[in-house]
């Protein structure tokens, strides 16, 4: 059981924008930054966005990250076949000892 | 380029102990923290320790805490984790991820990731 929950699946067609869910409590998502990860298949997790809507240089402005409350949202617009990978939302948790926590993770399928 | 490297994964029988090494390049090593997290097979992502920059400071999760330990050594621009009592449960993929931030902290987060190194623990 994740401290973060996401759905387990997402999917879409080419060309459409697809957005996936990371909820979280007052201690990880509502007092902190939201981290996303992408994975793609047999691959280690890439940085997707940080602090919640920051994109490191080299990813496409297709990801947008937003944060409402205690609810984080990644966004993917005009849909690849490539886009098709594990996502996974982070935070840190003010209420552990052991401070990050990651989403149960969503399989995106491009159909 | 930054880069990380991971070594150390093999197979191990339950109770018994292995160290993970991490090897930086691309990066002054010294002045980011460092995380391992885990993925068990089919499974997310499990964080399992961290460190500062200066290695001053660790954090564990609970799940392995008094049976991990997470080092550093600066001059040599490695990472290691020395694991014991180990369990069936431990039985994943070990990355090293490189912080944005010197110290462990909510503005830091895991920007650089290595390829992994396979942990498995079976009699």
């Known amino acids: 059981q994740s401290v973060l929950t996401q759905p387990p699946s997402a999917s879409g067609t080419p060309g459409q924008r697809v957005t996936i869910s990371c909820s979280g409590s007052?201690?990880?998502?509502?007092?902190?930054?939201v981290y996303w990860y992408q994975q793609l298949p047999g691959t280690a997790p890439k940085l997707l966005i940080y602090?919640?809507?920051q994109r490191p240089s080299g990813v496409p402005d297709r990801f947008s990250g937003s944060k409402s409350g205690t609810s984080a949202s990644l966004a993917i617009s005009g849909l690849r076949s490539e886009d098709e990978a594990d996502y996974y939302c982070?935070?840190?948790?003010?209420?552990?000892?052991?401070?990050?926590?990651f989403g149960g993770g969503t399989k995106l399928t491009v159909l | 380029e930054v880069q990380l490297l991971e070594s150390g994964g093999g197979l191990v029988q339950p109770g018994g102990s292995l160290r993970l090494s991490c090897a930086a390049s691309?990066?002054?090593?010294?002045?980011?923290?460092m995380s391992w997290v885990r993925q068990a097979p089919g499974k997310g992502l499990e964080w399992v320790s961290a460190?500062?920059?200066?290695?001053?400071?660790?954090y564990y999760a609970d799940s392995v805490k008094g049976r991990f330990t997470i080092s550093r050594d600066n001059s040599k621009n490695t990472l290691y984790l020395q694991m014991n009592s180990l369990r069936a449960e431990d039985t994943a993929v070990y990355y090293c991820?490189?912080?944005?931030?010197?110290?462990?902290?909510?503005?830091?987060?895991?920007?650089?990731w290595g390829q992994g190194t396979t942990v498995t623990v079976s009699s």
């Open positions: 991820a490189k912080d944005q931030a010197l110290v462990v902290s909510p503005a830091g987060g895991m920007d650089v």
């Open positions: 982070a935070a840190w948790d003010d209420s552990l000892s052991g401070p990050w926590v």
């Open positions: 602090r919640n809507n």
């Open positions: 460190i500062s920059g200066s290695g001053g400071s660790t």
């Open positions: 007052s201690s990880n998502i509502g007092s902190n930054y």
């Open positions: 691309g990066f002054t090593f010294s002045s980011y923290a």
